[in-house]
């Protein structure tokens, strides 16, 4: 993990992923809040993301994805 941080410039989506398997969960928030400044387009994943699901109930994840302001479906 600490590699990944060092040396994965463009890869916070995925630090916050790896943080979120785990349930690190303050720390893959963290990671995900820095992926969105960031422009990271991980994110363009975070509503179908299987290893963020653990995030899904936190009202963190729901404020996350509304400030994504993903197009709504019909």
């Avoid at 630090?15 to 992926?35: D, N, P």
């Avoid at 179908?48 to 400030?67: E, H």
């Amino acid at each position: 993990m600490v590699d990944l941080i060092a040396h994965g410039r463009g890869l916070d989506y995925q630090v916050a992923q790896v943080y979120a398997v785990r349930g690190e969960k303050e720390k893959a928030f963290e990671w995900l809040q820095i992926a969105f400044d960031n422009h990271d387009t991980g994110m363009l994943a975070l509503l179908v993301d299987p290893l963020l699901r653990s995030l899904s109930d936190d009202p963190r994840y729901k404020n996350l994805i509304a400030r994504m302001a993903f197009p709504a479906t019909s």
